[in-house]
Nanobody, 122 residues
């Protein structure tokens, strides 16, 4: 089984920083794209950013200039940062990865984390 474990969420004051981490572990053969989605209360899950295995980032239009994504391939870990949070950033943030399970290294799969709540107080 492949696990994605997020950390770094919680209650943050508006204007404060955000740094989320997500580490893939378990039966990982390899990981290609990693990324972050978020789901605000009453809204659909939306893409925030992705990053390829070579470190090329891609951002949703709403995230450009606001969020920064990075990764550490040696640790199969992806990070999401934002320097000045706003109350509208309140959401459950989900990590995801496109990769391969060690038992089926020819079959691409998508893996999801359990989500981490970020609440921004005004």
């Amino acid at each position: 089984q492949v696990q994605l474990v997020e950390s770094g969420g919680g209650l943050v004051q508006a204007g404060g920083p955000l740094r989320l981490s997500c580490a893939a572990s378990g039966s990982v053969y390899s990981i290609d794209v990693m990324g972050w989605y978020r789901q605000a209360p009453g809204k659909q899950r939306e893409l925030v950013a992705t990053i390829g295995a070579r470190g090329t980032p891609a951002y949703a239009d709403s995230a450009k200039g606001r969020f920064s994504i990075s990764r550490d391939n040696a640790r199969n870990t992806v990070y999401l940062q934002r320097n000045s949070l706003k109350p509208e950033d309140t959401a459950v943030y989900y990590c995801y990865a496109e990769g391969y399970h060690i038992s089926t290294p020819w079959e691409p799969q998508i893996f999801w984390g359990q989500g981490t709540q970020v609440t921004v107080s005004s």
